[in-house]
């Protein structure tokens, strides 16, 4: 049955659910929570006006393709939680009061004396802009996302409540800080089949992500003004930690064959040097073996120690083992190996390791400590096992095949939809993001801005820049379902030629 909806409940209907994926919102809810929450989120932040009447259950219902008792439960929710109000015969309404839903601020009395916060601190207050929001619910077309609507969830959940149907009590105390025995273990055997990379177990740590792998040798090596190399460009991330360690950064560019190692005496010897060999971020330049030896050579000469960053390296490097990580050629274990599952699986999952060079792992394990303690036991032993029952071979196979079917689309709708200025260059690197950079005088960061209204999310190309910024934009398109590729893609494509065209005008 076709409903007929007034001109601004359409409206209000396609503002608040056109950028929800009910398939891949909040996987671990049932549906009708996921909805609930992604409204509740909506009211909270004020996108729904107090007092508005909200799409009725049956709208709900056939807009989201759900029953009319999930829409039912959804708005139960909001009702339950004081954020809605029912009104006999005229629907849900967001009550003129949130305040029940929300947790109120204290008031604080005037002159207040506090003392000073730290020069650390300060530091990563004011750098922590550089590091891409994790708080945009709209997953078109946000970089750093795997296709998550393909996540075997029920293998995961089969292999979760095994584990908390047969735990024993004493395994739920506190756990060793560098990670489950079991996990370790099976981590050093995948290293050395998909990276050629031969390690003890003990020196991997478990960690929830790169950023935390990052703070942790960051802070285990960098004093302030120490001098450190890094990519230009290179991940936010990276530039946000050593600016608040307040290391002395030099960014040294990146041709065809990765980062370009200066002459001699060109910068003061780096204690730490930060490359993303695998595949470059963002071009995803892969580097040269020739490239690889000579950087090794280098940080040799200026008894340099290297994070090698392999953030996406079983996408990159899945049937090719042609290309092996500089930990498996450093002979002198200069070369600390960061690598995570949140790209690969989810980023919920919270799952990374790290490899440390035995100089080193004594500090690192110490940091681990006293800053995080450690990561989930059961998450940890889940992961374990679903690498022994081969289902995370699985997965990567299936990933590859169904990012590379999206990446074809969306590349086609560019083709075909986008003004001629805007160019992929990544095209035939195998990655989960495209690069796009264009000639006009709109900036990235003001499409972003645009976007960003019509829940569409990219990040900047000159964001990742410590100096000499280039505009573009860096879209993930993996975790994109294909009809909403089409859809989403197209609104973008609306957008970008408007603003062309009205920069075009008023040159």
Known sequence: MMIIMNTSLELLTEKLLGSFDLHTYRRDLSLYMRIGEYLKNGILRGDIPPGELLPSTRVLSQYLDVSRSTAIKAYDILLLEGLTEVRQGSGYRVR????????????????????????????????????????????AFRPGLPPLDIFPVNHWKRLSNYYWRTIKASSLSYSNASGVAVLKENLARYLSTMRGLRCDPEQIIIVSGSLQSLYLTGNALIDKGDSMVMENPAFPNVHSIFRSLEARIHALPVDNEGIVIPGSGAIPPPKLIHVTPSGHYPTGVRMTPRRRKALLEWASENGSMIIENDYEHEISHWGNRDSPSLFSLDNEQRTVYLGTFNRLLHPSIRLGYMVVPYYLLDTVKALQKHSHRFVSPSNQVVMNQFIEKNYLYQHIRSLIEVAEERKALFCDIVRNEFHPSFRIVNRDVPSLHLLATFDHPVSDQELIHAFREKHLIAHAYSKCFVKDPVDGLILGYASVRKPLIHKKLSEMAVLYNALVKQAGNSG
């Open 96 to 139: 003129k009061d949130t305040s029940a839903g929300r947790i109120g601020r204290q008031k604080i009395p005037q002159h207040t004396a506090y003392p000073d916060i730290s020069g650390k601190g300060l530091a990563f207050r004011k750098n922590v802009h550089l590091i891409n929001s994790t708080s945009e619910e709209a997953i």
